[in-house]
């Protein structure tokens, strides 16, 4: 039985591993009668928004974000608002504000630099009624701070915390992203997360080429694996894969006003 429907809210094809094939693969992929029926491109930077834009432009199914991500810090521009703007300007198939958040990981990245980013782009959302795709790596404590302060609309992409923070984050009015990590033997915590999201608030992604799922782990990933996260996901919930699929591209497509 193959899964139809699929929706992935979060992907990176402008990644080096998609250097090969890339335009043959996301012809497949969103042709008819693929299981894939639309992409959320995530950006980074301002080549990864170029690339997003050039992609909607292409495929009526590839929507687009811009936004830059908390590891892009050091190739910032000077006026990073003016440029978004800008952007803005140049296509109706930018649906979100993303990837943006904070990313505590790595030592280097400025804490205060990142928090001063991330709040120019919430603002910039919220002026202009777009969602926001967070990413938030070990940084829970200021990020919460920030969803508090602001109740943005949008999802935590890759949603890895406790479900002590997913309920926080749902009762704030936000999505959750889940992916490949919901079927790693070793994700208990994603997967207790999981069961507490209510199906009209989750979103199923793939974050590729990285976090393939299992049984694919450890290779690069595509939005057709979404159909193993379903599986997976459908164990916690008990609730068939299909419908869940159904679920998450309604989700998403309700997040992004498509
Ligand atoms: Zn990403």
Same mark, same amino acid.
């Given at each position: ?32 009668? =693929? ?25 009526? =199914? ?15 521009p000077e006026d990073p608002k003016g440029e978004l703007e800008n ?60 969803? #508090? ?7 935590? #992409? ?7 923070? +997913? ?27 999981? +069961? ?22 450890? =290779? ?39």
């Amino acid at each position: 039985m193959e899964l139809k429907g699929i929706f992935d809210s979060h992907c990176h094809y402008d990644s080096t591993p998609f250097d090969a094939d890339r335009d043959s693969l996301l012809d497949e992929m969103l042709s008819e009668g =693929s299981s894939v029926c639309g992409l959320m491109h995530a950006s980074t930077d301002i080549s990864s928004m170029r690339f997003g834009l050039e992609y909607a432009n292409r495929y009526e =199914s590839f929507y687009t974000s811009v936004g830059f991500h908390p590891e892009c810090m050091d190739n910032l521009p000077e006026d990073p608002k003016g440029e978004l703007e800008n952007i803005f300007r140049t296509g109706d198939k930018i649906k979100a504000i993303g990837e943006v958040g904070l990313d505590y990981h790595y030592e280097g990245y400025d804490r205060d630099r990142q928090i001063a980013l991330l709040r120019i782009q919430i603002e910039l959302a919220q002026e202009h009624s777009l969602p926001l795709i967070f990413h938030m790596r070990e940084a829970t404590a200021d990020f919460m701070a920030l969803m #508090h302060e602001y109740k943005p609309n949008g999802v935590v #992409h890759c949603f890895s915390g406790s479900p002590e923070i +997913a309920r926080e984050l749902l009762g704030l009015g936000l999505y959750l992203g889940f992916g490949g990590v919901l079927t790693f033997k070793n994700s208990r915590k994603v997967k207790a997360s999981f +069961a507490v999201a209510p199906l009209d608030r989750f979103l199923f992604e793939t974050d590729c080429p990285y976090l393939a799922p299992e049984p694919y782990r450890g =290779s690069r990933c595509d939005s057709r694996m979404i159909e193993n996260i379903a599986l997976c996901a459908a164990e916690i919930k008990g609730v068939p894969a299909q419908q869940l699929i159904d679920m998450a591209r309604e989700n998403t497509k309700a997040l992004f006003g498509l």
